[in-house]
Structures are given as structure tokens and as C-alpha cells.
């Protein structure tokens, strides 16, 4: 985890955040699952903190927040807010914080295989399967009463997975997009918490 | 027991095996969902809107080699969708059978909306994992005389990862495709220029006429 926090701004009483996952890239975006796991860490647990419902305010914002139109800079952003009946129904729906995920869970390595076979005697599996996934994500935190870019946090999380099989498959199933949102959500909800900027990351790619 | 009586069960049997094997031989998908309102400044022009019947019943059929058939109905969700939007975009909407308008002096103006293109793209290989829709739709815009302002194509892009439903990601993809058309009628209609020069020309109460011309595409992705 590489969090960067460049402003002091912290989410107050009342104030909700809402995730969404950026999704102008031809050939990947946040999974849908990955948005969903994070939105509801966030809003349980200790810290939680109170999270708006993706889709609805997809919906409320429409169509100022679809592929094609989703602001890609706070610059586009304070555009966006120009627009009084978006600024008025931003401040309706009670979002401060929009949070943005970018990237992905991909399958960077796999080997081995596993031969199964059936007989009138019994059936079982022989080999070795294993595979390796990488999730890598972004979430850039946008503060929307500031018009500007809280910080942003990247996250890289390597998996292996092993399947020996000795007549039946015994999986030791890695699971890094899980590791992610849990890490994830640790940081942000320490991230919208903290007073002070903090961290040497990376500057944000967005905003 | 008679002849025929023994032939049923086995007829039935053979009608269950047929249906299942047609049923796996083919995907259909009815897209289907809630579209929401623009949150856009509505124009000020009372507006006829004109659906036509082939929109309406929509279906687009594809044979994929190596796959199935696949039957797509779109005319529930084409309805739903630009409903709601028309309604937000202009200051009033009326619903009308066809141009030129038997009052002319009623409307403003007739829009509308055909299907030109519907492609889809399922991944076969591990390493794309979305299925991909483009929709392609064009969006007309009369005079009460039935003159032509603007032909206008819009298209819209939608993807949606492959999960363990294709026609559930088909659906998914589908609905981000109509809301990325719907986002651009509704961000970039009043941009286009013959738009424009209509627009200003009705809120100034002229009655010159707008020559005939077909819009740059406008290609979402």
C-alpha cells in the first residue's frame, strides 16, 4: 500500500463519500465486485464511515457521470459544478468525497494441470495446478466542496495459487483482490480521518 | 397396453431431449431496465416526439459460429429509455403518429429517434474478459412541415465483464450503451450546429427555413 494524502481534509459528521470505479479505459476498469466490497468495508467495522450507494448516484448525477462524461480532472470537475442544477443535486444527495477506482485483478502467470480420470474401480485426480493473480488498484480521492484532489492511494497485491491433486483437488486458493479492499479500505478510512497529509507516494494520476 | 399409449411417453420424452437441446443451441436476452431522468436545463421548444413502430419491437438476431444463436430484443429498453429523457430535454413533449404535423402550429418541432446498427462481442480467449455492445442510433429532427433540420447518428459504447452469465453481461453491456446514447443526446443535441441555428431561430420567433443537412457522427466510446 502506497498511500499519499496531500490535503488535510477530513470527512465530517454528515458528510457521505460514494466509489465509483473510472471506467474510460478500452481494456479494463474496477470490477464491479471490487466497487461493492469496498463501498460496504467502508460503511462497516470500526471507523466506518458513511457511504452513498454507487448506482444511486450514478442515476441522480445522470449523465454527467457515465463513461464518456465522467469529469477525468478536477478541472472538468469545477466545469461540472458550474452547472447549477448539478451543484444542487450533489449537495442533495450529501457527497463530499468521491472516491475513484482504477485498475484491475489479472491473471499474470499459470502452469502445471490436473488429469482426472473415472472407472468402474473409482475415480481421482493426479498433478499440479497453480496460477498467479496480481490486483492492482488506484483510489484517488476527490474532496467536491474543495473542487480539488485529496491524495490517492495504490495498492498492488501478488497471489499464488496451488491445487495439488492426490486422487481428489485440495485448493490453497490465494485471494489478492480480497487482501486488496481489505487494504484498501484500512487506508481510506485512516486517509478521510486524519487531519494532516501524510506519505511520499506517488502523484495522483487523475486530478 | 395399446400401441399408441406406449408411443406417448416416449414422445414426450423426445420433445423434452429436442427443447433442451434448442434451448442450449441458442441465448436470448430481453434488455430490461429503469433508465434515469438527465439532470440537464430543459430547452425551451415544445417538442413532438415520434417513435416509430420498429423501434418499439426492436430484435437483433446473430448466429455466432462456434457459439449460438443469439436473439436480442431491445424495444422495451429503447422506450424506457428515451422517454424519460425527452422529457427533461425539452420544456414539453408530445407524443405524435407522424410529420408533417396536422397543426402546424402546435410544435415547435418533431423528433425522431430509428436503430441503425446493434453489434455485440462476447470474448472467446482468457485474455479479454468483457463483452463488448455498440449501438448506433439516429436521431431526426423535423420541421412541423415534416422538413428535415438535422439527421443526427449518435452511437454509444457499453462493456461489461464476463461473469458467470453471457447473457446477464450482454444485458449489462447493453443498458451501459443506451445510457452512454442517452448521455450524448442529452449533453450534445443542443451543440449541433443546424441544432444551434433552429434553436436560436425559434426562441426569436423566425420563420426562415433550415436547409436540409446531415450531422458529424458522434461516436461515444
Not at chain 2, 11 to 22: C, F, I, N, P
Not at chain 2, 65 to 77: N, Y
Not at chain 2, 139 to 152: K, Q, R, S
Request: net charge negative.
Amino acid at each position: 500500500m502506497e498511500p499519499y494524502k496531500e490535503t488535510d481534509a477530513v470527512i465530517g459528521k454528515g458528510e457521505q463519500l460514494v466509489v465509483l470505479a473510472r471506467k474510460q479505459h478500452s481494456n479494463h476498469e474496477a470490477e464491479e465486485g471490487f466497487v461493492d466490497c469496498i463501498s460496504e468495508a467502508l460503511a462497516r467495522g470500526d471507523g466506518r464511515l458513511e457511504v452513498h450507494a454507487t448506482k444511486e448516484f450514478e442515476d441522480s448525477m445522470y449523465p454527467w457521470f457515465e463513461p464518456s462524461t465522467a469529469p477525468l480532472s478536477t478541472d472538468d470537475l469545477s466545469r461540472l459544478l458550474e452547472r447549477p442544477e448539478v451543484m444542487q443535486q450533489v449537495r442533495k444527495t450529501g457527497v463530499r468525497y468521491v472516491v475513484w477506482l482504477d485498475g484491475s485483478t489479472d491473471r499474470v502467470a499459470s502452469g502445471g494441470g490436473i488429469t482426472c480420470a473415472a472407472g468402474i474401480g473409482g475415480a481421482g485426480c493426479m498433478g499440479l495446478a497453480w496460477w498467479e493473480d496480481d490486483a492492482r488498484y488506484d483510489a484517488t480521492v476527490w474532496d467536491i466542496n474543495k473542487v480539488e484532489s485529496a491524495g490517492t492511494i495504490h495498492a498492488d497485491v501478488k497471489g499464488r495459487s496451488v491445487m495439488p491433486a492426490i486422487i481428489i483437488p485440495l485448493p490453497f486458493i490465494a485471494r489478492p483482490q480480497a487482501a486488496a479492499c481489505r487494504g484498501l479500505t484500512q487506508q481510506l478510512k485512516q486517509f478521510l480521518t486524519s487531519p494532516h497529509g501524510y506519505g511520499s507516494g506517488p502523484e495522483p494520476g487523475i486530478g | 397396453m395399446p400401441p399408441q399409449s406406449r408411443l406417448r411417453p416416449a414422445l414426450h420424452w423426445l420433445a423434452l431431449a429436442t427443447g433442451t437441446l434448442l434451448a442450449a443451441c441458442s441465448s436470448s436476452v430481453i434488455v430490461e431496465s429503469k433508465f434515469p431522468s438527465p439532470l440537464v436545463e430543459a430547452l425551451p421548444v415544445k417538442m413532438g416526439i415520434l417513435i416509430p413502430e420498429e423501434l418499439y419491437n426492436y430484435i437483433y438476431t446473430e448466429e455466432i459460429r462456434d457459439e449460438s444463436l443469439w436473439t436480442i430484443a431491445l424495444g422495451d429498453a429503447n422506450v424506457a429509455m428515451f422517454k424519460p429523457l425527452f422529457a427533461k430535454m425539452f420544456q414539453e413533449t408530445h407524443n405524435v403518429d407522424s410529420v408533417p404535423l396536422a397543426d402546424r402550429g402546435s410544435l415547435d418541432g418533431v423528433l425522431k429517434p430509428t436503430i441503425e446498427k446493434f453489434e455485440f462481442d462476447i470474448p472467446v480467449n482468457e485474455k479479454n474478459k468483457f463483452v463488448e455492445v455498440w449501438i448506433q442510433y439516429q436521431l431526426t429532427l423535423f420541421e412541423p412541415d415534416g422538413n428535415t433540420v438535422v439527421a443526427w447518428p449518435v452511437s454509444g459504447y457499453g462493456k461489461h465483464e464476463l461473469g458467470h452469465s453471457k447473457e446477464d453481461a450482454v444485458q449489462r453491456a447493453a443498458i451501459t450503451a443506451m445510457r452512454e446514447v442517452g448521455a450524448a443526446i442529452a449533453t450534445k443535441f443542443a451543440q449541433q450546429p443546424q441544432v444551434k441555428n433552429w434553436l436560436a431561430e425559434k426562441q426569436h420567433g423566425s420563420t426562415t427555413g433550415v436547409g436540409v443537412a446531415t450531422a458529424k457522427s458522434e461516436i461515444v466510446n
